[in-house]
């Protein structure tokens, strides 16, 4: 059963932390910095070393926010970062979760995340202040102008993770930087930089994409691969990732040239997927060269807590798992319809989803409980699959179909994101034709090779690469940071065509409904008395503005 409306009352009481070596943090804008961690880290280099290794235990790792007792199951949505870009995406347009008593994001796919005492918005809040507190002490605890190749890395990766953190925060609590760089967002704590913390105000959107970007521009000083030693592991950050984060804030605070120059440095060295190697179910391994980074799942963090194997993105992504919700409860993510209808045949990424008769090309390589191919979709195995639904993913493969390990990696970064992204900043940036061009070139060598650009009066080329972006980047947290970015309206249905919506979800709001911007958790209120929360809005209900468009699906 799901238990997404658990107020923080209850849970108040809940110790948490990044790895149980560390101390108790508070994941709150008023998290303070300790300073007997601080000394103890610039005087043991083992500390400083746990703080590295516990910054990276909550991108998604099962029970890293509310850490139950041992006696008591994980919670089936505390998964770090993962659970924070599902939930993102589901309450965006094109990525839905069904409505029933096994969906621990129904609260997303209903709007009611918005509500300050549920747990799926706390999670979203803590996961980043807890490992920007883990960020602080790294960078405390070495010297700025450090030497030592070692340390020069692990302080550029500190920077880099906490600009991530920023980076996934800001979007969500306030209007995008081009409109509102002067209105509030999120607290500010840095290392070394003293503060109220029972009175720490929300710093401008300017103030918090200053910081994003100052610590990404350290990050690749400090992360140069000439200097520091090659990351052994696709997990750590390295300079490419610390580019390719830095394209991002650039895209959002309309520096379209650095966007554009950092997502080829970012790219550099790494190709897109082939036709043939998403004509499978993929994207489950970090070793796949087209990934930049990413989050490498170990079994033995799974087993470590009791329910982990729930806690992860192949229980909750994934369709093929053997011991799941998505499979053995029926809670598969599907894509919307309207997306799915515009992709076109000749696409590869066609078959990332099946059809109404609940096929796909892709499934032709799958084999689960000696079926194979087209007799998967419609098969049920009681207590470990449910039968498919229109629109069911399969892009998302998995390591051992059918088995229950639940430890498949999940990508943070693409180079198929890169050259997207710079697709677009060339073009914002006036170099409209070499900006087509990449897009065009891509998309014909990568993905469908019938692939035209489309007549500007039929889709413009932003909304283009929009469309691509929503396809190629499917279940990966980027639906909701493009409709801020973009301001977009959320259009789920087409009134008088048919939707895949479940009827309580099946609504539209308008890019600057205030209902859109995320609720400060009561926790942070009570602790912090410079909160002045977001207002604004209400709820969506079913059908509601049916006459918005977004310029692709609608």
Same mark, same amino acid.
């Given at each position: ?353 099946? !059809? ?176 002045? !929360? ?21």
């Amino acid at each position: 059963m799901k238990y997404n409306r658990i107020a923080l009352s209850i849970l108040a009481g809940l110790a948490f932390a990044a790895c149980q070596d560390l101390d108790e943090m508070v994941p709150a804008g008023a998290s303070q910095l300790d300073d007997q961690v601080k000394e103890t880290n610039q005087l043991i280099p083992s500390r400083t070393n746990a703080s590295f290794i516990g910054m990276f235990a909550m991108m998604g790792q099962p029970n890293g926010v509310f850490q139950y007792a041992s006696t008591r199951d994980c919670r089936a949505d505390d998964f770090g970062f993962i659970a924070a870009a599902l939930s993102q995406d589901a309450e965006g347009p094109d990525f839905i979760y069904p409505e029933n008593d096994y969906s621990w994001f129904s609260t997303c796919g209903e709007y009611s995340s918005r509500n300050a005492d549920y747990a799926n918005p706390y999670l979203r809040y803590a996961v980043a202040y807890n490992q920007i507190k883990l960020a602080n002490d790294v960078i405390s605890s070495i010297a700025a102008d450090t030497d030592d190749p070692e340390l020069m890395s692990k302080l550029g990766q500190a920077y880099a993770l906490r600009a991530f953190d920023y980076l996934s925060l800001a979007p969500f609590f306030q209007y995008t930087y081009l409109v509102a760089k002067d209105k509030p967002c999120v607290p500010l704590v840095l290392a070394g930089i003293e503060v109220d913390y029972g009175n720490n105000p929300r710093a401008t959107v300017d103030e918090v994409y200053t910081v994003i970007y100052n610590d990404l521009t350290k990050a690749i000083a400090l992360l140069d691969p000439t200097v520091v030693p090659a990351r052994t592991n696709k997990f750590r950050l390295d300079q490419h990732v610390a580019y390719g984060l830095r394209a991002r804030a650039n895209l959002v605070m309309g520096n379209y040239g650095e966007a554009a120059s950092d997502a080829e440095k970012a790219a550099e060295g790494f190709t897109p997927a082939s036709i043939a190697e998403v004509s499978v179910p993929s994207f489950m391994d970090i070793s796949e060269h087209n990934w930049i980074w990413g989050i490498d799942m170990v079994l033995n963090d799974i087993k470590a807590v009791r329910g982990g194997y729930y806690a992860t993105s192949s229980s909750w992504l994934r369709s093929f798992s053997g011991d799941s919700y998505t499979a053995g409860a029926g809670c598969y993510p599907t894509i919307n319809r309207q997306l799915y209808e515009l992709i076109p045949a000749s696409d590869v990424r066609k078959g990332w989803w099946v !059809d109404d008769d609940l096929k796909s090309p892709l499934l032709a390589a799958v084999t689960w409980n000696g079926k194979t191919g087209d007799d998967i979709g419609p098969m049920t195995i009681k207590d470990v699959k449910e039968p498919f639904i229109f629109g069911v993913n399969v892009k998302f493969g998995m390591k051992d179909v059918g088995e229950v390990n639940n430890d498949d990696d999940y990508p943070l970064m693409r180079v198929e994101e890169m050259i997207l992204l710079q697709a677009e900043a060339l073009y914002r940036d006036g170099s409209e034709a070499e900006g087509k061009a990449l897009l065009e070139t891509f998309v014909k060598t990568y993905r469908d090779p019938s692939y035209t650009l489309p007549d500007e009066n039929t889709r413009s080329f932003l909304n283009e690469v929009w469309f691509q972006r929503r396809v190629e980047l499917w279940g990966e947290g980027f639906g909701m940071p493009d409709i801020f970015r973009l301001r977009k309206n959320v259009c789920r249905f087409v009134d008088g065509k048919p939707s895949n919506w479940p009827d309580n979800f099946k609504f539209n709001i308008s890019y600057d409904d205030p209902w859109l911007l995320m609720r400060f958790c009561t926790s942070e209120t009570n602790e912090n008395a410079g909160i002045v !929360d977001n207002t604004g809005g209400t709820q969506p209900v079913p059908g509601q503005n049916a006459s918005l468009t977004d310029g692709v699906t609608a």
